[in-house]
């Protein structure tokens, strides 16, 4: 018996939850993800440059990769690793915010941080 929001109630046989790895319906019926099965995706948006060129650079350690990806107005620029990689989101940030100087890629830019979790 699910509640739907609007005080109704509906029965089913399966519910989908198809809402990211913060999920609301796993929170509610499952136990956490553990770290080993996460990753970090963290970055900037990058207000006031615009491209239309999609830019990675795979990374070693951790392993991972950086990438810029256009998105209306403004470009996202980003840094994906491996949960029980060893490296938070603030030091990864800071390795993106290396990368964002060295390639020139957002220069003038207004840096706006962001973050959440994947599911690997």
């Not at 029965?11 to 809402?19: C, H, K, L, N, T």
């Not at 999920?23 to 019926?29: A, G, I, P, T, Y």
């Not at 990769?65 to 603030?90: E, K, M, N, T, V």
Request: hydrophobic share 40%.
């Amino acid at each position: 018996m699910a509640d739907r929001g609007d005080g109704s109630r509906h029965r089913a046989s399966y519910v989908i939850g198809a809402d990211g790895a913060n999920s609301l319906v796993r929170r509610r019926f499952t136990a956490p993800f553990r770290r080993d099965q996460l990753s970090i995706a963290t970055g900037f948006f990058a207000h006031g440059v615009c491209s239309d060129e999609i830019v990675i650079e795979l990374t070693p350690k951790p392993p991972g990769y950086i990438w810029s990806f256009p998105r209306p107005g403004h470009l996202a620029i980003g840094i994906c690793a491996q949960a029980d990689a060893g490296i938070g989101a603030a030091a990864l940030r800071d390795r993106t915010r290396d990368w964002i100087a060295r390639t020139r890629i957002a220069e003038g830019a207004a840096l706006e941080p962001y973050s959440w979790p994947i599911l690997r």
